[in-house]
């Protein structure tokens, strides 16, 4: 990064402390180019606790904002619906009912390579990996976030030391300032829709229901979630 690059004349709503490794040009440059959103689960949804039965659950406030950005980037990307999906380690309930209510496009489970189902979500929809917007917080995420166009790493439960690696690894774009289980999904999905230059209209039309959104819903709505299971 040259010195000229990194921004300083934020937002304000970026300077609650949300790090960007890019220029405010640049990351909206790259997000330009985005037709999906890419989630790991454990650490991203949550803090990456489990229950006896290797579960672990989401915030609404985390959906919500999964649900403004694809709002977001369906306004940006001429009405056309971005793909989503979720690829996760380990078999988790709390993950398939999220997938399935809110009508993702897949939730790949039991990878412990994860470029296995990255490359098949890649394949299914016909996706360059440039175009992939993915959101991670541990080593089992990197050789992914490697290859996307837009790397948003969740500060916080894996510690600086992980932090410090993905920067000098080079596959890290943006860092929250929250973690999964402080609800730092939604301080990245808010931030990207700051970038984008849309959060105020996505907010708006969400609140008014407006037949805007609607015609996004109905959209969204339609889609039939693809639960891939690991047989490894």
Not at 87 to 104: D, P, S, V
Request: glycine residues 10%; negative net charge.
């Amino acid at each position: 990064m040259n010195p000229g690059d990194h921004p300083s004349d934020r937002d304000p709503f970026l300077e609650l402390g949300t790090e960007l490794l890019l220029s405010q040009v640049q990351l909206t440059n790259k997000l330009r180019n985005i037709r999906a959103l890419l989630f790991d689960w454990d650490g991203v949804f949550n803090d990456g606790w489990k229950d006896l039965d290797g579960g672990s659950p989401f915030s609404e406030v985390g959906s919500m904002g999964v649900n403004m950005l694809r709002f977001g980037l369906w306004l940006q990307n001429g009405k056309q619906l971005p793909y989503a999906a979720i690829i996760t380690g380990q078999h988790n309930a709390h993950a398939q009912r999220f997938a399935q209510r809110e009508k993702l496009h897949g939730l790949y489970m039991g990878f412990i390579d994860k470029r296995e189902a990255f490359d098949a979500f890649l394949t299914k929809h016909g996706l360059k990996a440039q175009e992939v917007a993915f959101f991670f917080d541990d080593a089992i995420d990197l050789a992914v976030a490697d290859r996307c166009g837009l790397r948003i790493l969740m500060r916080g439960q894996a510690g600086e030391f992980l932090v410090k690696h993905a920067v000098q690894r080079g596959c890290v774009d943006i860092i929250t300032a929250l973690s999964g289980g402080q609800n730092g999904l939604r301080e990245a999905t808010d931030a990207l829709l700051t970038l984008m230059g849309r959060y105020g209209e996505a907010i708006d039309d969400r609140a008014e229901y407006s037949t805007t959104y609607q015609g996004y819903l109905a959209e969204r709505q339609a889609v039939a979630p693809e639960i891939v299971k690991s047989s490894r």
